[in-house]
């Protein structure tokens, strides 16, 4: 049984930063491509980093370019979502996702869907 844990999630003033962890299990996880998402109250989901299983290629979406890093650790199968100068307008819940591929990150996140999904974990920005 697949499983995709979040973790890292919490209340943080602007400017700060958090360190998200997505854990897997039930998977062979070098065969797999990771991406984050988020979804605002009262809409879907919005794609927001992506790495590959393979050559850690990465994307970003504009909204986080620059502010967020995205990294794999395979010996933990774990991947994080490292977010710094964070913004109100980056409050969501924060979902990580998971696609046997093996494109390159840009690819991952523009061309396929995930196969499975955790439940999410909480990242409110507020003062």
């Known amino acids: 049984q697949v499983q995709l844990v979040e973790s890292g999630g919490g209340l943080v003033q602007p400017g700060g930063s958090l360190r998200l962890s997505c854990t897997a299990s039930?998977?062979?996880?070098?065969?797999?491509?990771i991406g984050w998402f988020r979804q605002f109250p009262g809409s879907g989901r919005e794609k927001v980093s992506g790495i590959s299983c393979c050559d850690h290629t990465t994307w970003y979406s504009d909204s986080v370019k620059g502010r967020f890093t995205i990294s794999r650790d395979n010996d933990k199968k774990t991947v994080y979502l490292q977010m710094d100068n964070l913004k109100p307008e980056d409050t969501a819940v924060y979902y990580c996702g998971a696609v046997a591929t093996t494109a390159q990150g840009r690819g991952v996140m523009l061309y396929y869907d995930m196969e499975h999904w955790g439940k999410g974990t909480l990242v409110t920005v507020s003062s």
């Open positions: 039930g998977l062979t996880w070098e065969h797999y491509a």
